[in-house]
């Protein structure tokens, strides 16, 4: 997904960490476990299976938002 960095979604939201090592950072910053991430060129998608929602992230960072809510499972 990203040429540099290593991309992952859990408790918090959705986090990069440099491919040779560093500190991880925070693009989209959530308050439950989040699974299933997925990304297009623009943004960065993944559901939180505690509140059964779909969320979205830019690449860049900024606010997260909620695409589909009250979903059965991820």
């Not at 960095?5 to 959705?14: H, K």
């Amino acid at each position: 997904m990203e040429p540099s960095a290593v991309l992952f979604v859990g408790f918090g939201g959705v986090r990069s960490v440099p491919k040779t090592g560093g500190a991880v950072t925070t693009i989209g910053a959530t308050p439950q476990a989040g699974y299933f991430l997925a990304a297009d060129a623009t943004h960065l998608y993944w559901t939180d299976y505690t509140n059964n929602t779909v969320h979205s992230v830019a690449r860049s960072g900024g606010p997260v938002r909620v695409l589909a809510a009250q979903q059965l499972g991820p």
